[in-house]
């Protein structure tokens, strides 16, 4: 009879500790998670004023703003290179977040709970694409009001959402820091590295075709994003050598993330 009681409390323990649908996604984790982002004043002060104030620096009051760069003008153009650069620092910032969380535990603590490793890294991707996402809005809406001109409404869509969609790369980048280096460490390591990632990508600075820099930065995370989100306007021939590099760094930033999440927590 007691046999019979242990093996039922067992199998109700099992059912009970079962892995819910998944791998625990759900709704409320992500509102919790982009609370806390949105809570963040010193985050949302860098990822949403400056890029639109560099956008204002060299995007407005500049000589060449007027001049045509394909289907719209210079100030467009500098206005997607701000969004893209806005979306990659809140993307990178939202997931570098993770590295509070560690020195507080709180990953470790997660591991005791049904959440798997790669949900809780698409969760925290997603929450800081969603930050991206207003960084995008509003560089694109200071330039709707300024110099930023586009032959059809069709473009401002079409460069909006590529650059916003670009901003995946650097949210698992930004994961991937936060979980390999300490928390007091990595902001002051990611801010510089992204200023000098944006450079070489070419996202500052158009790269001339052929030259020894536009082979280098073939390499870079930004290149693809970059070239993808400037070429509706730009009228640059489609290349799916810009889709691979996206999908490479994507898959190299992501693995690195997951891998770290089971690393640092392996011992709960």
């Known amino acids: ?5 242990s093996q039922t409390a067992v199998a109700v323990d099992r059912a009970a500790r079962r892995v819910p649908a998944m791998g625990g996604l759900n709704a409320t984790l992500l509102r919790i998670e982009l609370m806390r982002v949105l809570r963040n004043k010193r985050t949302m002060i860098f990822t949403l004023l400056m890029p639109a104030l560099f956008y204002f620096i060299f995007g407005v009051g500049q000589d060449y703003s007027g001049e045509n760069a394909g289907r719209g003008n210079v100030s467009a153009y500098i206005m997607i290179s701000m969004a893209a650069y806005g979306a990659m620092i809140a993307a990178t910032g939202g997931g570098a977040m993770v590295a509070t969380e560690r020195a507080q535990g709180w990953s470790r603590q997660l591991r005791l709970t049904p959440l798997s490793p790669v949900v ?13 996402a207003l960084a995008v809005v509003v560089v694109f809406v200071f330039g709707a009001f300024t110099k930023a001109h586009m032959d059809t409404a069709t473009l401002w869509v079409v ?3 590529i650059a916003w969609a670009g901003s995946i790369v650097f949210a698992s980048f930004g994961l991937f820091m936060g979980y390999l280096l300490p928390s007091e460490n990595v902001m002051q390591v990611i801010g510089p590295g ?8 070419g996202l500052f600075v158009p790269l ?6 536009q082979k280098i930065a073939q390499f870079t995370p930004m290149y693809g994003i970059s070239s993808l989100a400037h070429a509706p306007l730009t009228g640059d021939s489609f290349q799916w050598t810009w889709v691979a590099n996206v999908a490479a760094w994507l898959l190299i930033f992501g693995g690195g993330a997951v891998w770290r999440f089971r690393k640092d927590t392996a011992r709960v």
Do not use: E, I, N, P
């Not at 009879?1 to 009681?5: F, G, Y």
């Not at 809780?120 to 991206?132: D, E, N, Q, R």
């Not at 992204?194 to 990508?201: D, E, K, N, Y």
């Open 159 to 161: 460069t909006a959402l």
């Open 1 to 5: 009879m007691s046999s019979a009681v």
């Open 208 to 213: 001339t075709d052929g030259s020894t820099l």
């Open 194 to 201: 992204l200023a000098v990632l944006a450079f070489a990508g």
């Open 120 to 132: 809780y890294v698409f969760v925290k991707m997603l929450t800081s694409m969603m930050l991206g």
